[in-house]
């Protein structure tokens, strides 16, 4: 069984930084791409930014140049910095991994999301 675990989340003013980590744990073979999605009041979720196993990456317009994923393959971990938060970056965010196990038969992939972490922000 594959856990995918966000925390980091809380409250900060506009202007503010987080780091939100997602831990992914279990018999993990490895973790292809992996990527952070938020979801706020009344709106659907969407993407804030994907990276694949080799390093490429996918930001959503919104979190240009404010945001940075990153990760560690070797702990099954990613990191999302996000600094000069806005009120509009309100939301709950989600991890997403894209988990290869190993089956009976052979290796399969599947996506697994965290529960998700608060963030807020506002003075």
């Known amino acids: 069984q594959v856990q995918v675990v966000e925390s980091g989340g809380g409250l900060v003013q506009p202007g503010g930084s987080l780091r939100l980590s997602c831990a992914a744990s279990?018999?993990?073979?490895?973790?292809?791409?992996m990527g952070w999605y938020r979801q706020a009041p009344g709106k659907e979720r969407e993407l804030v930014v994907r990276?694949?196993?080799?390093?490429?990456?996918n930001y959503a317009d919104s979190v240009k140049g404010r945001f940075t994923i990153s990760r560690d393959n070797a702990k099954n971990t990613g990191y999302l910095q996000m600094n000069s938060l806005k009120p509009e970056d309100t939301a709950v965010y989600y991890c997403?991994?894209?988990?290869?196990?190993?089956?009976?038969?052979?290796?399969?992939?599947?996506?697994?999301w965290g529960q998700g972490t608060q963030v807020t922000v506002s003075s």
């Open positions: 279990g018999s993990i073979v490895r973790i292809n791409a």
């Open positions: 997403n991994c894209n988990v290869v196990l190993t089956t009976a038969w052979g290796l399969s992939e599947y996506s697994y």
């Open positions: 990276v694949t196993s080799g390093g490429s990456t």
